[in-house]
């Protein structure tokens, strides 16, 4: 069953705790990310935790092996139930991500999901500021594959990867979808966009909706139209 996360990207740990307090109860994650993180810091997390959401920690870490490894091992730490590294970041990355896990789950904690950006729902064919590029799907699909030969619990990918990655990775490989719009939002800076229902009929775990429900003049009412439609969907 799709699971719908809270985008909390805000400027300030006030704004962010009182957008919180008005969803609770409807959706059951709250995702931290780098606005939020760097102004508020790990607090956000225990605040949040302490509201009853389980916490996606978007940091989204690329670096050498040693820092994501330490990184990670920190996130853990702080009781995050999902944390994400960069998929391009390869192999050895990928691994010491996993080893860094693993050594900061305390006794009688649940190891939090590690996942792998594969490629940004806000690029394009042709925002990749390479040469001949390759198609953003194929892209995603191939560091799909690799993210899960190297161990992690799964992917950060368009909601139109879905079904190939779940088709090559298996359907316990979770699949999380930011670019999450309703027919009726704006798509915004994002550019590889599904609507709620398409995500979870594609086999989508986890969707990441923000200013649709952030900005919406009633945020409460627009997230459970959300879980409605991902629910009529199923
Ligand atoms: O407001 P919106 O629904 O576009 O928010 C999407 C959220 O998901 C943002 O917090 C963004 O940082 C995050 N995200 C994304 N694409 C990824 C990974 C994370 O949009 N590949």
């Excluded at 699971?3 to 959706?27: P, Q, W």
């Excluded at 391009?88 to 860094?100: F, H």
Aim: proline share 6%.
């Amino acid at each position: 069953m799709a699971e719908l996360v809270v985008a909390l990207d805000f400027k300030d740990a006030d704004s962010a705790l009182s957008m919180a307090r008005t969803l609770r109860g409807t959706a059951p994650w709250m995702k931290v990310g780098l606005e939020l993180f760097t102004a508020e810091g790990p607090k956000m997390v225990s605040g949040l935790k302490e509201l009853g959401f389980k916490v996606f920690l978007d940091l989204k870490f690329f670096d050498i092996p040693n820092t994501v490894q330490g990184a990670v091992r920190s996130a853990v730490r702080l009781g995050a139930d999902m944390v994400n590294i960069h998929a391009l970041g390869g192999e050895r990355m990928a691994r010491a991500a996993m080893e860094g896990c693993a050594e900061g789950v305390a006794p009688g904690q649940t190891p939090p999901l590690v996942l792998a950006v594969t490629m940004l729902t806000s690029m394009a064919a042709g925002d990749l500021p390479v040469e001949s590029a390759p198609d953003p799907s194929e892209m995603a699909l191939d560091l799909a594959v690799k993210a899960k030969q190297y161990g992690l619990n799964g992917v950060v990918c368009s909601g139109l990867e879905v079904e190939r990655i779940k088709a090559a990775c298996g359907s316990s490989f979770a699949c999380l979808t930011p670019g999450i719009r309703p027919a009726s939002a704006e798509a915004g800076d994002q550019r590889r966009v599904v609507t709620p229902e398409r995500a979870v009929r594609n086999g989508s775990d986890f969707l990441v909706v923000g200013r649709p429900i952030t900005k919406a003049e009633r945020p409460e009412e627009a997230a459970r139209a959300i879980i409605e439609e991902m629910s009529r969907a199923r």
